[in-house]
């Protein structure tokens, strides 16, 4: 596995446990990411447990970045609740990634609509 897909998921295990507390859906979500990518179930395991210690880890290219942000915000919606503390850690990393306030908040807002479309 490549280190940058390593450190991506490392990532939404981070967002995962910003709001105090990882959800069953986000689990089970993240070890469908962990399985399609090569993870093994042991270090998925090792990596919920030290969610809490993990610091965000920034992209360096542009569609890595995009990606990467796009993921975060799928993944913060997957329980159907966009917790203030996962908005304000998308907000904070897409900041630090080069995105407007406006290109956050619509990004945002086209995965709000397709959550109620569903």
Do not use: W
């Not at 910003?18 to 990596?47: H, Q, W, Y």
């Not at 975060?72 to 966009?82: Q, T, W």
């Amino acid at each position: 596995m490549l280190d940058i897909e390593l450190e991506h998921f490392r990532n939404l295990v981070s967002l995962a446990a910003v709001d105090g507390k990882i959800e069953d859906i986000e689990r089970v979500t993240l070890s469908k990411i962990a399985f399609e990518r090569g993870i093994p179930l042991d270090r998925l395991n090792i990596m919920l447990d030290r969610a809490h210690e993990y610091l965000y880890l920034i992209p360096q290219n542009h569609v890595e970045k995009e990606k990467q942000l796009e993921d975060m915000i799928k993944f913060a919606l997957v329980d159907g609740d966009f917790a203030p503390a996962e908005h304000k850690l998308i907000n904070t990393v897409g900041e630090k990634l080069g995105f407007s306030k406006t290109e956050l908040d619509d990004l945002v807002e086209k995965h709000l609509r397709k959550l109620k479309v569903k």
